[in-house]
């Protein structure tokens, strides 16, 4: 039995090419330059060289200050999501207390009634608490905003037991 390794196919293009655009690309290779009459690497740097680093006027104050201000709004972002994620899950498990026990004909039954019951309750708790929700992830944004970090509990169980009062 004999072994048919397979071919190289850089080789094979180049063998199939024009042999002149194959010089011709060889010879800019080896120059430096790209073969599509592009501007070299060489070129490309001393062109990035003459450019400014930062925009006129601005010193590397203000670029600090606009970096941790886009840090500051990323963080922002993260924290606001994690609230809302709290308040999908507290609301996933109210609709879930909420969905009918006896229900084998929509969910089915066993195992597999209560984990589509379960998924289900997940995703209507967290469409309820995308539109909006109860409340709970604002009053614990809010308390967070406005109380030290001792005050910040103290505030969160307020406002479940203001929330819990109104359900």
């Known amino acids: 039995m004999a072994i048919s390794p397979p071919s190289d196919i850089i080789n094979d293009v180049a063998r199939a090419?024009?042999?002149a655009r194959l010089q011709a690309a060889s010879r800019k290779l080896t120059e430096?330059?790209?073969p599509a009459e592009g501007a070299s690497f060489d070129d490309a740097i001393k062109e990035a060289a003459d450019k400014p680093l930062m925009m006129?006027?601005?010193d590397i104050y203000s670029l600090r200050n606009s970096l941790r201000n886009d840090a500051e709004t990323a963080n922002a972002e993260k924290?606001?999501?994690a609230h809302q994620d709290f308040e999908a899950y507290i609301l996933q498990t109210f609709v879930e207390s909420m969905l009918p026990k006896d229900a084998e004909n929509?969910?089915?039954k066993g195992n597999a009634g209560s984990i589509w019951k379960s998924m289900l309750?997940?995703?209507i708790g967290g469409q309820l608490s995308k539109a909006g929700g109860i409340g709970i992830a604002e009053r614990l944004l809010n308390a967070r905003k406005h109380g030290s970090s001792a005050a910040a509990p103290q505030g969160a169980a307020q406002s479940m037991n203001?929330?819990?009062g109104k359900v």
Do not use: I
Request: charged share 20%; proline share 10%; aromatic share 4%.
């Open 17 to 19: 090419a024009d042999p």
């Open 106 to 108: 929509t969910y089915g």
């Open 56 to 58: 006129p006027g601005a």
């Open 79 to 81: 924290v606001r999501k």
């Open 32 to 34: 430096g330059a790209s």
């Open 121 to 123: 309750a997940e995703q």
């Open 162 to 164: 203001t929330l819990l």
